[in-house]
């Protein structure tokens, strides 16, 4: 358990409603969410899992975002103003984005060179670009339980922290593996394998 405070945005558009509760878990395990927000056009008929009830049960602000003529995915922006905002009243540690859209990558590094954690949270479809950019991502669903996996990567990654990690004496920390990881790429979390750590 950590005592970080937190920052959540939803992106309603781009991400189901069904993963709301296992996403308050998640973070509950970092510490406080103090910032809730949900980004949609609440007016439109369009995702109608994001709703007054859901809104109300975890206490999430809605952000209205009226649907574009032009196409474009109004939201994004609103979300990335909303951030921007947080960042500079300086009263959170982590800023989590909900949402497997390109779009954010960059949103995702400006949160981490101000000295953030970012967290990201999306499904399996969001691009490498976007996972790499944040300081953890975590796909969803959440899995519950390891799975063995016959994929040779993550022995062949695991093997290549532990290489790079080990003393004179040929030992390292679980710790250490798990920084080494985290630092090569966001995705590399024991959370996307069904795991709670990695030892």
Do not use: H
């Amino acid at each position: 358990m950590q005592n970080k405070n937190i920052a959540v945005f939803f992106d309603c558009e781009n991400i189901s409603a069904t993963f709301v509760s296992s996403i308050f878990e998640e973070l509950a395990k970092y510490g406080e969410v103090i910032i809730r927000q949900a980004f949609k056009d609440w007016g439109s008929s369009a995702n109608k899992n994001w709703n007054q009830n859901l809104i109300e049960e975890f206490a999430i602000e809605p952000i209205q975002v009226f649907s574009s003529k032009s196409g474009k995915n109004s939201s994004d922006l609103r979300v990335q103003r909303a951030v921007i905002e947080t960042i500079n009243k300086n009263v959170v540690d982590t800023i989590a984005l909900v949402s497997s859209d390109s779009d954010f990558r960059d949103l995702a590094m400006y949160i981490r060179a101000n000295g953030f954690d970012s967290f990201g949270f999306g499904e399996s479809k969001t691009p490498l670009s976007l996972r790499n950019a944040y300081s953890t991502f975590i796909q969803l669903p959440l899995k519950k339980s390891y799975e063995k996996n016959k994929d040779t990567e993550i022995i062949k990654f695991l093997k290549e922290a532990i290489k790079n990690t080990k003393g004179e004496s040929e030992d390292c920390l679980v710790s250490q593996v798990r920084s080494y990881l985290k630092n090569k790429n966001s995705s590399y979390n024991p959370k996307n394998l069904g795991a709670n750590t990695w030892g």
